[in-house]
């Protein structure tokens, strides 16, 4: 167990509609990231926040938004949805901003399928 | 920008034997950090071995141990005794530093091991 929490685990919806992804990082991580894993496309770094402040941005459509909040824990929204959606989110944590060094801690994911 | 390769789709190997999965990267930056991630068919990712750019020695974690040849811009992993609960997805990553205010792990495509008895 990571100690990283993502709810839901599994969601199901349709073309165009919007779905909100949870995330809880674990006690005392400052950081969050969300990672977007489909067979195609692989592992994709989307967003880094740091303390509640956005921080660094990767391959995030814009259709898709996220925010932490002063609990630290993350929301991705993502919306108009396409089939090309469908993938597994990640949401990861880690203590530090910046470095080198430093694993993140994953959560288990949530798998989105886009019908 | 960096990147990770990992040529190696697929590898196979037998109970006990080792394995090696290949990994390379190209970054202009002076300190950097590798890493190794697990990935079992139950979607998890679980953190393996860490190696920074100016470790003199290869790190370990039991049956990890990571080969890393910074003149070659490799960093490999090793593992060693292979078991039937090693069959999983392997992916290489390294820190990125984006934009001067944040990094994150950009990731290779990732080496799917299976291991037979």
């Known amino acids: 167990d990571s100690g990283v929490t993502q709810t839901p685990k599994h969601l199901i919806t349709a073309t165009g509609q919007r779905v909100t992804l949870r995330c809880s990082p674990r006690?005392?991580?400052?950081?969050v990231y969300w990672y977007q894993q489909s067979l195609d496309q692989g592992l994709q770094f989307l967003i880094q926040y740091y303390n509640g402040e956005e921080r660094a941005k990767g391959n995030i459509l814009e259709r898709f938004s996220a925010q932490q909040f002063p609990d630290l824990h993350s929301e991705l929204n993502l919306s108009s949805l396409e089939l090309g959606d469908s993938a597994l989110y990640f949401c990861?944590?880690?203590?530090?901003?910046?470095?080198?060094?430093?694993?993140?801690?994953f959560g288990e994911g949530s798998r989105l399928t886009v019908l | 920008a960096q990147k990770i390769t990992q040529t190696q789709p697929g590898m196979f190997v037998q109970e006990k034997e080792a394995v090696t999965l290949d990994c390379t990267y190209d970054t202009s930056d002076q300190s950097y950090g590798l890493f190794w991630y697990k990935q079992p068919s139950s979607g998890e990712m679980i953190f393996l071995i860490y190696?920074?750019?100016?470790?003199?020695q290869n790190a370990t974690e039991g049956r990890y141990s990571l080969n890393f040849q910074k003149a070659r811009k490799s960093a490999n992993l090793v593992i060693s005794a292979s078991q039937l609960g090693d069959s999983a997805m392997y992916f290489c990553a390294m820190r990125e530093l984006l934009n001067q205010a944040g990094t994150a792990l950009i990731f290779g495509k990732g080496t799917t091991l299976s291991v037979s008895s």
């Open positions: 006690s005392g991580d400052l950081s």
């Open positions: 990861a944590s880690s203590f530090r901003l910046a470095g080198p060094e430093g694993e993140l801690f």
């Open positions: 190696q920074g750019s100016y470790d003199e």
